[in-house]
């Protein structure tokens, strides 16, 4: 069983910039893809980035190529996502995600056993 807990969200003006994070505690963090997903108000859950278990692999969702860098620390069971440029549209409760079944694709929320509670962000314009 793996618990996550998100941090770094809140309120900044847009063209600011967050680092988000995320720490996960329990067995075999390190063996986990780790993914950011977000959900605003009346909308699905999207996702936004991945990294694989390594860190040598991420990718982006279009909306935030350019503008986000992922990445993780094993030693510290931490996962980030700093997020620059920030846009009226990245306002959203962020998660962070491990998982990593069979069947499924990267940017779907069923790749993930395990959710964080969610940081909220918003961007003000």
Do not use: H
């Amino acid at each position: 069983q793996v618990q996550l807990v998100e941090s770094g969200g809140g309120l900044v003006q847009a063209g600011g910039s967050l680092r988000l994070s995320c720490a996960a505690s329990g067995p075999s963090f390190s063996s986990y893809t780790m993914g950011w997903f977000r959900q605003a108000p009346g909308k699905e859950r999207e996702f936004v980035s991945v990294v694989n278990w390594s860190g040598g692999s991420t990718l982006y969702a279009d909306s935030v190529r350019g503008r986000a860098t992922i990445s993780r620390d094993n030693a510290k069971n931490t996962v980030y996502l700093q997020m620059n440029s920030l846009k009226p549209e990245d306002t959203a409760v962020y998660y962070c995600a491990a998982g990593g079944v069979g069947g499924y694709r990267y940017y779907q929320t069923r790749y993930y056993d395990y959710w964080g509670q969610g940081t909220q962000v918003t961007v003000s314009s």
